[in-house]
């Protein structure tokens, strides 16, 4: 069984169109982040939770929102999509000040 | 300059050879220092952990640390195809809050 489950795994849209991409755990951790996947430049932070009431933005968050719905799903949106949010979308996870982070099997999204 | 740097590759290698894959970075504040692998269509997840510098082994596996040189280096011995994948390395500081950044990963193929 997954421990980290990203829902849809693709994802087809049109510019201007609003998406959710949603992220659920089961490994009890406090910590959620969202990263994206970008052919020669690896992954980037776009946002992280340490908690349901911590929200944090990362390297690239402009044009992207988050909800952390509870301490186990945490869902990323893009407001108005736009063809360079083309990309992978990872969702991972933590357990406090552990180093290692789990990371989902991620979404696949083309924005057109 | 990006704070991570590592080659994208892509490197292909006969079976049993050893493998070795870097990373250099600018932020002497580093002390936290990973390898990810990441097979194809999947999410990474963490093959070996670094904290400041000197060597870790686990198994066929290595990682080194020289932070006099600001570089990173995972060693694969005996390398198989099943070690065909992604690698990525990743850090971060001890201020860095849990934000790691990451390489632009290198694209192994090992070759029965």
């Known amino acids: 069984d997954a421990d980290v489950t990203q829902t849809p795994r693709n994802r087809i849209t049109k510019t201007g169109k609003r998406i959710m991409l949603e992220c659920s755990q089961t490994k009890g951790h406090d910590r959620m982040y969202w990263y994206r996947q970008d052919p020669g430049l690896g992954l980037r932070l776009i946002y992280y939770?340490?908690?349901?009431?911590?929200?944090n933005k990362g390297e690239i968050s402009d044009g992207y929102s988050v909800s952390r719905q509870a301490q186990a799903k945490f869902s990323l949106s893009l407001e108005s999509a736009i063809p360079n949010q083309t990309a992978l979308y990872f969702c991972?996870?933590?357990?406090?000040?552990?180093?290692?982070?789990?990371f989902g099997p991620g979404t696949r999204l083309l924005v057109l | 300059q990006k704070e991570v740097e590592q080659d994208p590759g892509p490197l292909s290698v006969p079976e049993g050879a050893i493998v070795s894959l870097n990373c250099t970075y600018s932020n002497s504040a580093f002390q936290y220092f990973m390898w990810y692998r990441q097979y194809s269509r999947k999410g990474p997840e963490l093959l070996m952990y670094?904290?400041?510098?000197g060597n870790k082994e686990d198994g066929r596996f290595t990682a080194q640390v020289d932070k006099s040189s600001k570089y990173i280096s995972l060693f694969i011995r005996d390398s198989q195809p099943s070690d065909s994948a992604t690698y990525l390395c990743?850090?971060?500081?001890?201020?860095?809050?849990?934000?790691?950044?990451f390489g632009q990963g290198t694209r192994l193929t090992i070759n029965p």
């Open positions: 991972a996870t933590s357990a406090g000040r552990q180093e290692t982070q789990y």
């Open positions: 990743a850090m971060r500081s001890p201020q860095g809050a849990q934000k790691l950044v």
């Open positions: 939770s340490f908690d349901v009431k911590d929200i």
């Open positions: 670094t904290y400041s510098s």
